[in-house]
């Protein structure tokens, strides 16, 4: 058992760039905790660190203010199972690379849980996003203002969430003109509240949605008042 949750998180200053290069992962972890670094870090290079045998990258990066780009196309995930808040509030993140190997399907139960919360500048992700194992979806693309449809609804079209019970505030104050989440299975969900809270689109597809297991949406749609269909 690897945790690497809160690695770079929160309120820290160093310099502005950090990079890893021959180290395992069993020895940096002590030294990734006592180092003071995040909000000024403006560039990170983690080609060589080893994420195989990491279960948790909760809250990984939150609060690097700094960051522009992320590239983790390097990362292999086939343990890790709770990727809580791992960009939280990256204000200006606008890419993020994930590569084929950041993969999150474990055969566990996987929590997406405000993944990419207040990544206000995000406009891009790419790579493999397996999200078959997921169970939580809440807030995870809250505050997203910069993703556009042309982007985002292809992005969603793949999402596998037959087994996600929490989709809590997932799109609330996104903005883009169109969500497409045509494609999503709902048969285990149990929470839609403020799910489309003050969201700017214009257009939302629910089409295929049964929320069987729903028996309130209470503010699902709540301010969301540019809203058409």
Known sequence: YV????????????SDRLSYSDISLASLIPRLISSSVCESIQTLDLSSLNTSKATSLGHMFAYCT????????????????DFTEIFR?????EEIKLGTRFVMNNGGKTILSGMFHSC??????????DTACAIDMSYMFLG?????????????RKFNTSN?????????????YSIDASSFTTE???????????????????????FEKITSFMS????????LS
């Open 164 to 176: 996600v019970e929490n989709m809590y505030a997932m799109f609330a104050g996104c903005e883009a």
């Open 3 to 14: 945790e690497m949750a809160f690695t770079f998180a929160r309120k820290y200053a160093a």
């Open 66 to 81: 700094n960051l522009t780009t992320l590239d983790l196309s390097t990362f292999s995930n086939s343990r890790v199972n």
């Open 120 to 129: 206000e500048n995000l406009v891009r992700i790419s790579g493999s996003f």
């Open 144 to 156: 997203c203002k910069s993703l556009k449809s042309d982007f985002l609804n292809p992005f969603l």
């Open 220 to 227: 699902m749609f709540q301010n969301a008042t540019d809203l």
């Open 188 to 210: 285990k969900l149990t929470s839609v509240l403020l799910m489309f809270q003050s969201c700017k689109s214009t257009v939302i597809d629910l089409s295929n949605a049964s």
């Open 89 to 93: 509030s990256c204000t200006s993140l």
